[in-house]
T-cell receptor
Framework: GAVVSQHPSWVICKSGTSVKIECRSL??????MFWYRQFPKQSLMLMAT?????????EQGVEKDKFLINHASLTLSTLTVTSAHPEDSSFYIC????????????FGAGTRLSVL | LAKTTQPISMDSYEGQEVNITCSHN???????ITWYQQFPSQGPRFIIQ???TKVTNEVASLFIPADRKSSTLSLPRVSLSDTAVYYC?????????????FGTGTRLTIIP
């Protein structure tokens, strides 16, 4: 299947700092990418839909100024957690839809964020 | 998006065939059924997708009855490495741009 690369896989930061997470589709173009959040023992929760060249669409209850999403190219979307706080500590996962092929969503390996 | 219902957990012994059933009573005409596998601290991995009848690939089979209100993921001869959470999702498959909503999933534990 298609490959989605997510970086970094693990990050620790101090409270109040910002963290950027990258999501790349390596062997296909993705006009649409998605960002999820997952707490321990829980399912994935969709945060936002990232569209290449346009503004992201956020799910209800997700602060767009807190979680900045940029989808500047057909293979890269970034999520920036601004002014991170301990309650933002979670597992963040991106996915990319292979719109030029199967249209299946492929997922990155995830990023474990720990805010001290 | 149609909601899905799956068993919360299942146990099985190594070498057996495992069948996980998912209910999706409100599935729409253009919805496809997709299954993902997730290991701890990893992103979900695509397993299989289908619309009706039976689909088979190198890792699993997907059985979908004529009314499409349920589907069954079949894993042949499971091993310990198949211990994971399995998610059933319905959406507009190869032709749409619908977002995926994950349900609770089924936590499958393989016993030696």
């Amino acid at each position: 299947g298609a490959v989605v690369s997510q970086h970094p896989s693990w990050v620790i930061c101090k409270s109040g700092t910002s963290v950027k997470i990258e999501c790349r589709s390596l062997d296909f173009q993705a006009t649409t990418m998605f960002w999820y959040r997952q707490f321990p023992k829980q399912s994935l929760m969709l945060m936002a839909t990232s569209n290449e060249g346009s503004k992201a669409t956020y799910e209800q209850g997700v602060e767009k100024d807190k979680f900045l999403i940029n989808h500047a190219s057909l293979t890269l979307s970034t999520l920036t957690v601004t002014s991170a706080h301990p309650e933002d500590s979670s597992f963040y996962i991106c996915s990319a839809r292979d719109t030029g092929g199967s249209n299946i969503q492929y997922f990155g390996a995830g990023t474990r964020l720990s805010v001290l | 998006l149609a909601k899905t219902t799956q068993p919360i957990s299942m146990d099985s012994y190594e070498g057996q065939e495992v069948n996980i059933t998912c209910s999706h009573n409100n599935i729409a005409t253009n919805d496809y059924i997709t299954w993902y596998q997730q290991f701890p601290s990893q992103g979900p991995r695509f397993i299989i997708q289908g619309y009706k009848t039976k689909v088979t690939n190198e890792v699993a089979s997907l059985f979908i009855p004529a009314d499409r209100k349920s589907s069954t993921l079949s894993l042949p001869r499971v091993s310990l490495s198949d211990t994971a959470v399995y998610y059933c999702l319905v959406g507009d498959g190869p032709f749409g741009n619908e977002k995926l909503t994950f349900g609770t999933g089924t936590r499958l534990t393989i016993i030696p």
